[in-house]
């Protein structure tokens, strides 16, 4: 009996097969092509734990903060994990099933039948069964499981690259409202002490009502933004809040951050200094090719439905009518059942599966197309926002420092009664506005080089 079981398996082992179509990476453009579009310099390296560069400490606490503690990251974690026991769960399906089994039996004969007595009898064994992968069903699965494991992996990687950089934009907002707030407070202070004096002159005749207008005008107007600013600086805290998993009241933020402070124009001369395959190692391109890999395993796996399932089942244990004799040589009992079950008549219920399978596989495919080119995209456009956004500072620090000059011309000129006040209002006003712009100038820098870093596909090893 053993010897047919065991030529049995081996024969099937021999003629089995794995159906359906084997999956190669899609192709779409070379690296050559992806090297000239983004006209990168020369081979270089993918910035790991990108954060470590911006010059914060406590931004860096606080990012590493958010990787410890975000839900977001603990969900795609726990997803993971997930992954990890569907797939040992769906292995065992093609495995040898066993289980242990005993008891007792008990049965009334009936009168009205002939020959029918009262019997009882004692069992005790092994039941086994195992469907034979032949058409390769369980590798397909296997194969899906192992792209969704792989998926699941670099989509962590890529939610910690994306929380990473969101902390860290918000992070360089609620500083960039810290410095207009300080500057409309500050601002604020020397429009009310020269409102005081123009109200002064013109409550002794001195001044005309005009003047005294135009001040308290320009007072109340840098007055009604503090609010504005106060109440950013309120809904970005509890926005980090909600990224690091931590009170909005912990949140100690320093206000003399050097992030927002003297310029380091380095990264545009490196910036371009990436591999060819940029594009195709971003975390949410490899999630996108091996969820393809997975739809393409699972049209091998309805291919194999259309074919027989053969598998094996058996029984090895004891039965005896006395329980004291139950383990005894004689009351060893045994059988094996080879069976084959082949669908006739499902109505194309398989077929259409396969096709079904088929029109998922297009629409992951359209998805990583699609993936492809929002990466291409966004890697471009960190390299001209970027440097865009340098020239616009350094214009608008100029532009500042140009209307700081005519400020001080200007009060010269009224302290020496050759302009009207209103002259000196006007040219402060423009001086608050160049300053407002060059913060924002300033921290959009910062938030360009985040930008950066995220489009490049930088790696984060926490």
């Known amino acids: 009996m053993y010897r047919k079981s065991f030529f049995l398996v081996g024969i099937l082992c021999c003629v089995s097969c794995t159906l359906g179509p084997d999956f190669t990476s899609p192709e779409l453009y ?84 002939k020959y029918s007595e009262n019997a009882h009898y004692y069992s005790a064994g092994f039941d086994s069964s195992w469907e034979f992968d032949l058409w390769g069903k369980g590798r397909r699965q296997t194969e899906a499981d192992e792209a969704y494991i792989k998926a699941s992996e670099y989509g962590l990687s890529n939610l910690k690259t994306v929380i990473a950089a969101e902390i860290a934009a ?114 949410d391109v490899a999630v996108a090719e091996y969820k393809l890999k997975a739809q393409n395993a699972l049209i091998g796996k309805a291919v194999a439905e ?18 004291r004799k139950l383990f005894s040589s004689n009351s060893e009992v045994y059988n094996y059942a080879p069976a084959v079950y082949l669908p006739l008549l499902d109505w194309n219920k398989l077929k259409n599966n396969i096709e079904l399978q088929k029109q998922e596989r297009e629409i992951a495919l359209e998805d990583y197309k699609q993936t492809v080119l929002k990466a291409l995209s966004e890697l471009k456009n960190a390299f001209s926002e970027y440097q865009s956004s340098v020239i616009a500072y350094r214009n608008k620090l100029k532009a500042q420092n140009n209307m700081q000059r005519v400020v001080d011309l200007t009060l010269k000129k009224y302290q020496n009664g050759m302009v009207k006040f209103s002259e000196v209002l006007d040219s402060e006003q423009n001086l608050t506005k160049a300053q407002e712009d060059t913060i924002t100038a300033r921290a959009q820098i910062t938030k360009n080089v985040i930008a950066y870093y995220k489009s490049s596909g930088a790696t984060i090893d926490n």
């Open 30 to 113: 070379s690296d050559a092509v992806i090297q000239n579009e983004l006209s990168l310099k020369k081979e270089g390296k993918l910035p790991q734990n990108w954060y470590k560069n911006l010059a914060d400490e406590y931004l860096q606490k606080l990012i590493v903060t958010g990787l410890n503690n975000n839900s977001d990251i603990a969900i795609a974690q726990a997803k993971l994990k997930q992954a990890r026991l569907a797939a040992k769960i769906n292995q065992t399906d093609f495995f040898p099933q066993i289980s242990a089994k005993g008891g007792y039996n008990y049965q009334n004969g009936s009168e009205n039948v």
């Open 170 to 283: 918000d992070y360089i907002n609620l500083q960039e409202n810290i410095r207009h707030l300080r500057l409309a407070r500050r601002n604020a202070e020397l429009q009310k002490q020269i409102a005081d004096v123009i109200k002064s002159e013109y409550h002794s005749g001195l001044g005309d009502e005009t003047a005294y207008n135009q001040a308290q005008y320009l007072l109340n107007t840098t007055l009604s933004l503090i609010p504005q600013y106060e109440s950013n600086i309120e809904n970005y805290k509890n926005a980090l809040s909600v990224l690091t998993g931590i009170l909005p009241s912990q949140l100690t933020v320093p206000e003399n951050t050097v992030l927002l402070g003297k310029m380091d124009y380095s990264l545009a001369n490196t910036m371009k200094e990436l591999p060819a395959s940029v594009i195709r190692l971003r975390p």
């Open 306 to 323: 259309l074919y027989p399932n053969v598998n094996i089942s058996g029984l090895l244990g004891y039965s005896a009518q006395s329980g």
